[in-house]
């Protein structure tokens, strides 16, 4: 199954090819992070649920493909060894979080990308039921009963099995962040002074 991908204004979109709920995994993270990013861009309001939590399908690089607006493509680390958290910079649509290395065979699909009313189709029926809600410990509360406070053991196998087995048949590449003959980002990622990222971080939870 194809899912469309789509930035809040249009100027950037793609297409991730053979998607299934069999093929990532669906999880809700609320890590402090994933909120962090959500206020650098603007789009806490898109983006984070009423938890602080964003959805979030985890997918294989070589599924993702950016057929329109590439010049857009930006990318935000909020620490020197933070993960590679890309966006549409026209209307500050996040993309995906990805390792910084060409190698992870891992892109994290961020739910706002994802055009699933242009595919006629909703998310539950593009990708399937959530597995987890996953770092409830930096949730809003009141959480609702199924939040793990970390991740839970069964998720953390389940991630360890995709990342082998996409590194074992080579699903890095191509990816539409790395370019395929020196394996740098295709754009410099920035990163956060700590003044900004201490700014953003007092806009996310865990809150009472």
């Not at 890309?86 to 190698?103: E, F, R, V």
């Amino acid at each position: 199954m194809k899912v469309s991908l789509k930035c809040h204004c249009g100027a950037l979109r793609g297409v991730a090819n053979d998607i299934s709920a069999s093929s990532g995994n669906r999880i809700v993270c609320m890590c402090a992070d994933c909120q962090a990013f959500a206020h650098f861009l603007g789009r806490a309001d898109t983006v984070l649920d009423k938890n602080g939590g964003t959805d979030i399908f985890q997918l294989a690089p070589c599924s993702l493909k950016i057929t329109q607006g590439i010049e857009q493509l930006k990318c935000i680390r909020l620490t020197s060894k933070g993960l590679c958290r890309w966006y549409a910079a026209c209307c500050n649509t996040p993309i995906a979080n990805t390792l910084h290395s060409h190698k992870g065979p891992f892109a994290g699909t961020i739910h706002s990308m994802m055009d699933h009313a242009n595919d006629g189709q909703s998310r539950d029926q593009a990708l399937g039921p959530v597995l987890a809600r996953i770092h409830g410990k930096s949730g809003i509360a009141p959480l609702p009963s199924d939040a793990h406070q970390t991740v839970p053991f069964g998720i953390v196998l389940r991630m360890v099995g995709f990342l082998f087995s996409g590194w074992i048949k080579g699903h890095h590449a191509p990816s539409p962040f790395f370019d395929a003959n020196t394996g740098k980002p295709i754009v410099a990622p920035g990163v956060l002074s700590t003044a900004e990222r201490e700014r953003i971080r007092k806009l996310c939870g865990p809150k009472a």
